[in-house]
C-alpha cells in the first residue's frame, strides 16, 4: 500500500491509475477504523482496480473542539487494517496540507441541513462538504462509499455531488454493528466500561420505535415513547430522537404508504457524543 501526506502525491497517484485506464475507489474516513470502515474498503476493492483511503481529523466539520481534540487517532494500526482490507492507497494529510488557508466558502443545503446533525452541530455540513469537495478533487474516483451510520451525511454529499455535478458514484452500505448491536463509532472507543455496557440500549430504542413504526404508531407517540425510554437510563442525555421521512429528512406527521422512514438519534453518554439510525420501508 502506497502511503501519500501531500495533495500533489494523491494527485499524481490518481492521475497515473486513471490514465492507465483503472477504476478508482475512494473511502474518506477520520480513522480509528473498525468493521463499519473496512467492509467500505472491501467494497471497493472488490468493485475497483485502485482503492484510496483517506483518514484526516477534519476540523472545520467539529463544532466543539474537545471533541476534535479527543477524537481517536490510530495512523499506524489504521494502516495494516487498511493494507488487510485490499486498499491500494492511503492519504494521511496534515491540517495545513488540507487547508493552507482558512477555507471560507459557504454551502447552503437547505431543508437537508435545518433538521438532526445540521441543526444540532453548527457548521457541520460545511465543513464536511468542503473537504469533500476537496477530496473528491484531488482523487477524482469513479465511486466513493459512505455508511448508513452517517445517514444525513450520505444525503448532503449526495446533494453535493449532483450541485457541482463531480463525476462519480456515491454508494451506501448499512451500519455495521457490535454483537449487542451497538452501533460501530470511532467515539465507542472513549465510553468507560461502565457507559459501554449501557450503550446498546440506543439500538434497542431504535428497534423498538421501528417496530411500533410498523404497526402504524403515529410519529409524534413513536418520538415521544422513546424518548422517555432513553430517560429512563441517566447516563443517556438525548439531543434528538426524529422519525423523519428517508429521504428528504423532514420529521413526519403521518405515514405515506411506499415510503421509507428514518428513525434517528443522538445521544451523550458521559463525555462521548453518538448517533445512529435504522431504516423502516413501509409496504
Ligand atoms: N458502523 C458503521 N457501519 C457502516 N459504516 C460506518 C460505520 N461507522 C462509520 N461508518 C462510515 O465510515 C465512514 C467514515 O466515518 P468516520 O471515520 O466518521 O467513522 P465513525 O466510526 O462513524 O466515527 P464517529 O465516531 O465520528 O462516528 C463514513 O462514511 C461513515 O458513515
Ligand atoms: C466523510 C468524512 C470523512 C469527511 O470528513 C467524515 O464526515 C466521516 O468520517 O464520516
Ligand atoms: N461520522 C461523521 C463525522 C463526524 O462525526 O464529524
Redesign the pocket.
Known sequence: MDLFTTAAGLLAYAETARRAGQRIGFV???GALHDGHLQLVRAAANDCDVVIA?I???PT?FNNPEDFRLYPRLPETDADLLRSAGCTALFLPSVEEMYPQPAVLKFNFGALESVMEGAHRPGHFN??AT??SK?FHLVRPHRAY??QK?WQ?VAV?KQLVADLSFDLEIVAYPTIREADGLAMSSRNRRLTPEERAVAPQLYQALAQAAEQVRQGMPPAQVQAGALATLAREPRFTPEYFEVADAQTLQPLTDYAPGRAVVLCLAVHLGAVRLIDNVIVSLG
Open positions: 474518506p474516513t477520520m483517506s484526516f481529523v477534519n466539520q465543513g464536511v473537504v469533500v477530496l459512505f455508511g452517517d451525511q454529499v
